[in-house]
């Protein structure tokens, strides 16, 4: 039987590694239903000098794993982070982070970016229900094959994040301006 994954997923990591991501994942097996709940804490990280020297610090599944898969990445910081490693760069007017577990398995790659980045569809579905609402900032999750997007959101009395994945979108986050 096909697993079904839900992840939710509130993260930022402009400027900041203090960042956890949370993952709920919902598994159907022959035991029936089990909810396990994931916390990834990245702890304090340690920069590695780009350097063809100092990438030997990271794992070279990852070392190729990330020059395959984004060549466009420019001036990437590599950082030992205490479950693997991290990669950020820009490119596009995006930024990105790529993370990687101990072994250097690709584990997720979060980019954020504006409104005006935003898939057309995406953004037709959220501001169909908050037309009022500025959107301030877009973060792109993908992980385990899958996409979804986190909305930061907010007007004048309230700031809200939406996760939309598959068309459907929920709200994550609700917080009042007071």
């Known amino acids: ?5 839900l992840i939710l997923a509130c993260l ?3 400027g900041s590694f203090s960042m956890k991501a949370f993952a709920q994942f919902k598994a159907n097996n022959s035991e029936g239903s089990k909810n396990l709940e994931i916390s990834l804490s990245f702890g304090n990280p340690t920069e ?3 350097g063809a020297d100092n990438l030997n610090d990271i794992h070279v599944k990852a070392v190729r794993d990330f020059g395959k898969h984004y060549r466009d990445a420019n001036d990437a910081k590599w950082y030992v982070v205490k479950n693997g490693f ?3 760069f820009k490119s596009e007017e995006k930024s990105h982070m790529v993370a990687y577990d101990q072994k250097g398995k690709w584990m997720f790659t979060i980019s954020q970016y504006d409104e ?3 898939p057309s569809d995406v953004r037709a ?3 169909s229900e908050f037309y009022d609402y500025s959107i301030t900032l877009v973060e792109e999750v993908q992980t385990l094959g899958r ?3 986190i909305v930061h959101m907010q007007d004048e009395k309230t700031w809200k994040n939406v996760k939309i994945e598959d068309g459907n979108m929920d709200i994550v986050e ?3 301006k007071d």
């Open 147 to 149: 996409s979804f997007y």
């Open 1 to 5: 039987m096909k697993n079904s994954i």
């Open 12 to 14: 930022i990591f402009a």
């Open 86 to 88: 991290i990669a950020r």
């Open 174 to 176: 609700d917080f009042n």
């Open 116 to 118: 005006f980045k935003l």
């Open 125 to 127: 579905t959220v501001k």
């Open 48 to 50: 590695i000098n780009a």
